[in-house]
């Protein structure tokens, strides 16, 4: 008894030894996704989601940025800032295009900027897909005219598409100045997952999330029909009072998709902490070194943190050649 | 004597005044949603909105509360978002925007030519559902080296139900678009009929060809109670020098549950019809239909 006792005790020296050292750079997302144990607000089961800065309860509260010592899980830190000159993984570190701004409407209004730059190994079969959103701070349009006075679009997730003949995509995020929010989960999967955050008697979140919301989604037993952008409760003018059933919290294993999810919006955010722009976004996938735009493999959400309405803005992509934006 | 003309000068003057009864209830009936019936209109399965620009070979017309608001909504709230509803007591339930992608043999070096934008809005008692569909043409020429014009937008999924539609035109020009273009007829067809220089504003039902007909040349056009074609003129760069950059706000009422709406393949059509010269085309792409509608039915 005693031997087993020191074994798990050192294999579980090692697992933290190992876990921190392993703490920033690109997470793996393998197709077959990772088993997850029961916890708080955690069924059991298979999940395509890895947890990344695990401050700020997914955007709801005050999150810390990640640095070289901590909050750190999937970060890089390949300097430039945005203007995307470095690769994060220097065996991929040649670049196929030089960095590109696009802009993106909706209703005839600009939303914001997509900054992409693509980088390819030497032997053509592996890239690193690089992406930022910067919103637009100059929108009128309301996003929540449900709410008194005018609001901007609240980015939860970014998905990026294109990666179904990848086995194992590596996915992580560089925060580049104060304006970036983190990643908060990261996941392979084309339904993004409604998250609510626990409130304190005040009125403001904790540091969990609310009943029936889960960190890592699991890929059952019921999950959305393909094709499904977000699952959750719906909009909800009282947030945090409505508990999400299992099913509405589960979203499939998608090997085409990888979801980012962050908290960013050019306005000012419903619970207080404002993040105009996305980090920069990386999934590191097979390529043959040759990229095209592929209609709609961009797809920001906002899944109503708050009192928000659900909004999917689509958008074109840099990809590998032949991608797709199949579920 | 004196009595007849006293009864013709009575008689004219009822006229005079039926007319002008017509008149005024006509111009305040015609602002707001109109109803497209199943069966479509006597003549015709369209109806005329806003009339001016020559269906887009000239300079169209804002609407105002004066003129040329057949079919025009506006109302403070859609001044400042046109995310707000068009009418008192329905709120946004979600809303999709999405590139419109040029197919080949007919796309340039830039295959996305567009920017489509579909919202959803429903009543409190969730009964009724408005579709909303706004489209942004980005300057990405064709193979041909010509910009890519929309001349109607046909939406599908309505069979059976009663229709209600009408537009919101922006009269403040974006600062990077410019203005909308008008809507200039709105009908219970799939078909969208080419409007040249000369052409009938009305189609007719007489000789029309197919119900499942997308595009036509002939002055005709079948009633589809499943789809509703709103004929407007939309191009980054039209060859007729009216260039109109964005569609109107274009809103569908229409009954339905409090089951969220599904994004179904092909719900929406964008039409070339060839006004000016342009290759006819018709490229389709999903859209959110009630539940329970099928998009191929004609």
Redesign the interface.
Known sequence: MKKVKLKLAVLGAFSVLSAQALATGLVSLPTAGVAVAAGANQPAGTTGWELCNTTGNYGSGTYTPPDAGANNICAVFPGGGRSLTTSPVSTIATAVTVATSTPI???????GSLGQRTWRNATNTQCVFAKYIDFATTG????N??LAG?QRFEANDVVLGGFSTTPTVSAGYYHTTTTDSPIFRVGRSFTSVQMQPELDALGNPTNNPFTGFVHRPINGPTVPAA?T?INGV??TLSPSTIVPTAAQQTSAIRTNWVDFMLDNTGGVDEDGTTAKNTPVMYVQANCTGLVA?T??TIRIRQTGQETQ????????GQTRVGANANF | MLNSNLIESGLVFKCILATFLMLSSGVEAAQGFVNLPKEGFANSAYTLCNTTGEFGLKESSAPNSDANNNCAITRE?LL??????PLEGF???????????MPAPYAGT???VA?L?D?MWRNKEKTECIYGT?I?LKPAPLADGKMWQVNDIARGGFAGKPVEVAYFF?PEP?K??GL?EAVFRVGRTFTSVKHAKGDLDLPALKAAPASNKAITNNQAAAVSDNWVNFTTDISAQDVDGTTRK?SS?LYIKSPCTAQ?PV?QENAIRFRTTGQNGEHQLEITVPGLVPVGAVVEKY
């Open positions: 409407t909706a209703n005839g209004e600009t939303l009128t349009y309301d996003y005219p449900d005018s094709g952008e719906g909009q735009s209609a709609n309405p659900w909004v999917t803005i689509l958008a074109s | 709230k400042e978002s046109p995310m707000n509803a709120n946004m339930v979600g809303m999709m925007a999405r590139d419109i992608p830039d295959e996305i920017t934008t919202t706004h942004l922006k974006d990077d678009y909308p964005m706000m969220d994004e």
